[in-house]
């Protein structure tokens, strides 16, 4: 989930408020929102046990007298896991929990850390995703098992889809995905069909099982399948979208002829398809998505002052599209004469291909962005930032600029779009505020 917030005041009622409160202002609306949509909140007020029942809105999953298994993968992996812990008694966990690799390793009871890489996959992502795969595939008939799933696990838990293509091959796909042009949707249209475990085929390791998924969402709420690969959900897509997002993006050119030759042959091992008999008693619920941050930060804005207005998400736009929105908005408030207000929307922009081999990402490289539109304007300030703390390879969650920004680039030497062209708009050659 990205989340873009642009903070101003018009110049009606209520004045221009200062630099110095536009940046803590904004960065207390950002973080009230990552805190409201926590783990530690989220779980505990939409999950329930009972008896010996889990139960939420639309689910259900009776777990027995025994241990359900739980296996949990995304960067919320620990915090999910911590907070579902909190909720069943004492000694009631068996699985594994996938967490990035540096991070602090969790003691909880009856389940295993597993370190693996992100956001590029490697040996611990595939190990990750063998023990996973081989431990499901333990699960007999009726066995609970729970799924805690969140943004991130698609690197974090990597498998080849035998016959298909080899680690190594796998791992050669993911480069020139990451570096062309292409929105997160088709990026993992492309990788469920090369997986052996996203698009549905974990679940599909225990059918005889009893799957529940609990879904923290980091992108646009009507593509569950989307978040971390959809290791349990079916997929819509299919092997002919698969192959012309690759010839139209250019990465199939980029692939090694014997592997080119491979995917684009007729007959193919299809992804599970929607309405599949494995997935009828499959039960999911997305526990939080950018929806409830967007609001989340409304929330906490109109508490601080501001009159808020929440926009239409930005699916996939280029990020100067996304501003045209943003900016049409701004202009129209300040005509109105508006007191102070805030302008929120979520969702994530494209970052063109080319702009992937220096130190960031798509929220740093819409704050650049979003400097040049506002140079030499007063009384506002842009944020943009991803909710999971990552933005892109960079150690920020995201960046602020405001009408200065661009000047002060100038009297330091530095150069936006140049930062821009480069994808490196992180470090010493930002000339904007990181955020972390």
Same mark, same amino acid.
Not at 305 to 315: D, F, N, Q
Not at 364 to 382: H, N, V, W
């Given at each position: ?13 209520? +004045? ?81 929990? *996938? ?38 595939? %333990? @699960? ?20 080849? %889809? ?7 091959? /796998? ?26 475990? /996203?698009?549905?085929?974990?679940? %599909? ?8 998924? !609990? ?28 192959? #012309? ?6 990465? !199939?050119? #980029? ?12 007959? %193919? ?42 926009? @239409? ?14 900016? /049409? ?19 994530? *922009?494209? *970052? ?7 130190? +960031?990402?798509?929220?740093? &490289?819409?704050? @650049? ?7 030499? $304007? ?12 990552? &933005? ?9 600029? &405001? ?20 994808? &490196?708009?992180?470090? $010493? ?8």
């Amino acid at each position: 989930m990205k989340l873009p917030a642009q903070d101003g005041t018009g110049s009606g009622a209520g +004045g221009a408020a200062s630099a110095g409160r536009l940046r803590n202002d904004a960065l207390e609306i950002f973080r009230y929102a990552l805190e409201e949509c926590s783990p530690d909140r989220v779980l505990p007020s939409r999950v329930r046990w009972s008896g010996t029942a889990v139960h939420g809105s639309g689910f259900h999953l009776d777990l027995g007298r025994g241990k359900p298994l739980v296996l949990s993968y995304g960067k919320a992996s620990v915090s999910m896991a911590r907070a579902l812990a909190g909720l069943l008694p004492p000694g009631r966990l068996d699985g594994y929990i *996938v967490l990035v690799r540096g991070d602090r390793r969790p003691r909880i009871a009856g389940l295993r850390p597993i370190a693996a890489s992100h956001s590029v996959p490697d040996g611990s992502s595939f190990l990750a995703g063998r023990l996973l795969l081989a431990r499901a595939g %333990l @699960a007999g008939n009726g066995d609970p098992v729970i799924h805690l799933i969140s943004g991130g696990g698609s690197a974090l838990l990597a498998s080849p %889809l035998s016959g298909l293509v080899t680690a190594r091959e /796998k791992a050669r796909l993911h480069q020139p995905l990451v570096r062309s042009s292409l929105g997160i949707r088709e990026i993992n249209i492309v990788r469920k069909h090369f997986s052996g475990v /996203k698009g549905g085929r974990l679940l %599909l390791r225990a059918p005889q099982a009893r799957h529940l998924s !609990l879904i923290l969402s980091d992108v646009p709420a009507r593509f569950p399948e989307a978040v971390a690969g959809g290791p349990t959900l079916p997929d819509p897509s299919g092997w002919t979208e698969f192959r #012309e997002i690759l010839r139209e993006s250019g990465v !199939l050119g #980029e692939l090694p002829a014997a592997l080119r030759r491979r995917l684009l042959r007729r007959r %193919l091992p299809e992804t599970p398809r929607p309405g599949d008999p494995p997935f009828a008693d499959h039960r999911w619920a997305v526990l939080a998505s950018g929806v409830d941050l967007v609001e989340a930060a409304a929330r906490r804005a109109r508490q601080l002052g501001y009159r808020a207005l929440v926009v @239409a998400p930005s699916v996939e736009e280029p990020a100067d599209r996304a501003l045209d929105r943003l900016m /049409k908005e701004r202009t129209r408030l300040e005509a109105e004469g508006a007191p102070p207000f805030c302008i929120v929307a979520g969702g994530e *922009v494209r *970052v063109p291909a080319g702009r992937r081999r220096g130190l +960031g990402g798509r929220a740093q &490289d819409f704050a @650049a962005a979003a400097a040049i539109r506002l140079e030499g $304007s007063t009384g506002c300030l842009f944020l943009a930032a991803g909710s999971d703390g990552v &933005d892109g390879n960079s150690p920020a969650a995201g960046a602020m600029a &405001d009408g200065q920004t661009l000047s002060r680039s100038r009297r330091a030497g530095l150069g936006i779009e140049a930062s821009r062209r480069n994808g &490196d708009t992180t470090g $010493s050659s930002a000339p904007w505020e990181t955020v972390s």
